[in-house]
Nanobody, 123 residues
Framework: QVQLVESGGGLVQAGGSLRLSCAASERTFSRCTMGWFRQVPGKEREFVAVISWSAGITAYADSVKGRFTISRDNAKNTVYLQMNSLKPEDTAVYYC????????????????WGQGTQVTVSS
């Protein structure tokens, strides 16, 4: 199982930017599809973005398309989420996740999860 540690969350004003990082401990990270999800207390976990192991395929939730960019550096076992033009509704705990399944946006397909990092966007 891949162990994942997120970082980069924090407090930012609306319109600002943050870059989240997710470091993986497993050397087979390069063979995993990686995803970012987010969750607000009392609501269901929401898909944000996903990237294939080769970085050849990416997909985004409609709510973040054009503002967020997912990328990965397999040499560093790290996946990133660049978040621009942040909105108060982007406030959530952000989780990265890993799966051996071919690109999927379903949370239940991901077997490894990080502990989450809080992103708060003030208006």
């Amino acid at each position: 199982q891949v162990q994942l540690v997120e970082s980069g969350g924090g407090l930012v004003q609306a319109g600002g930017s943050l870059r989240l990082s997710c470091a993986a401990s497993e050397r087979t990270f390069s063979r995993c599809t990686m995803g970012w999800f987010r969750q607000v207390p009392g609501k269901e976990r929401e898909f944000v973005a996903v990237i294939s192991w080769s970085a050849g395929i990416t997909a985004y939730a409609d709510s973040v398309k054009g503002r967020f960019t997912i990328s990965r550096d397999n040499a560093k076992n790290t996946v990133y989420l660049q978040m621009n033009s942040l909105k108060p509704e982007d406030t959530a705990v952000y989780y990265c996740a890993a799966t051996r399944v071919v690109v999927t946006m379903r949370g239940r397909d991901f077997g490894s999860w990080g502990q989450g990092t809080q992103v708060t966007v003030s208006s």
